[in-house]
């Protein structure tokens, strides 16, 4: 008599090794459904089943390494809860990959904000992100990303100090003085906050333009609206009497950007 549980059971059982064969390890985890419930091929069954859960891990690995992190997890989820059939150790063991790839994810985002930062020359927020990713994971990508960031900040506070674009220069030696550790560093800052400083209330004070600042003695600064204002030699005059010979001196020999340095501070 033929036993044909066992008919269908070496059928389905054929199929499905078809499938595992070709690399289709789900189409071929669908098929050994079919044996269960005829009770027959159960060991055949199982050998597919873990060969396939196998396979499938496996491929999600490689996806993984490739960043494929979608693909992926979608193999993972199959494993541990997609697949009634799945031992809890292989479960456990495909969870644990999922949410190593859910981390590396986040890491691989954050990783990408930063650079987005640093070329739109957000370098605040660069820091930011990059200092939270060195908690994570001191990787070295995250450390030279960091250094070339801070050179370029440099870069950039030096160029906008020299353009006396004071209002960006401040901002970045603010921050490098915010995160460096070397007291050299933070003092040449310091300095460099304090000057520009110094020279934006020379501006306001006297009404100089930045372009300006440049000339070569306060008094030249103040003829520069000589053209606008009436000469009138008499008070020329009273105020030269009135000053003392160092104060002329101090008028016609005083550099402008020396008004704030040194003795000269209470002078101006």
Avoid: C, W
Wanted: overall charge negative.
């Amino acid at each position: 008599m033929v036993d044909e549980n066992q008919v269908k059971a070496d059928q389905y059982y054929s199929t499905a090794q078809t499938y595992y064969l070709a690399g289709k390890y789900k189409e071929a985890l669908d098929e050994v459904e079919n044996i269960y419930p005829l009770d027959r091929n159960i060991n055949k069954a199982n050998e597919i089943v873990n060969n396939s859960l196998n396979s499938i891990y496996k491929q999600a690995e490689l996806e993984f390494a490739a960043q494929k992190f979608y693909d992926a997890k979608n193999d993972l989820t199959y494993i541990f809860s997609g697949y009634e059939h799945s031992n809890s150790q292989m479960k456990q063991k495909a969870k644990a990959l999922f949410d190593k790839i859910v981390k590396e994810e986040e890491f691989q985002d954050k990783l990408s904000k930063a650079r987005s930062a640093k070329d739109s020359k957000n370098y605040e927020e660069t820091i930011t992100l990059l200092n939270s990713l060195q908690k994570e994971n001191k990787l070295d990508v995250v450390s030279n990303l960091y250094n070339d960031t801070v050179k370029e900040l440099q870069k950039e506070a030096e160029t906008s100090f020299n353009n006396k674009d004071y209002k960006v220069a401040k901002k970045h030696y603010k921050l490098l003085s915010a995160i460096t550790s070397v007291p050299s560093l933070k003092s040449q800052y310091a300095k460099r906050i304090k000057l520009m400083q110094n020279e934006e209330i020379i501006q306001t004070m006297l009404g100089i333009e930045k372009d300006d600042i440049e000339k070569n003695s306060l008094f030249e600064h103040l003829m520069i609206e000589e053209n606008e204002t009436p000469y009138n030699k008499n008070i020329i005059q009273s105020l030269i009497d009135l000053l003392t010979p160092n104060d002329l001196d101090f008028i016609f020999d005083v550099n402008i950007k020396d008004l704030f340095k040194g003795v000269n501070r209470d002078a101006s």
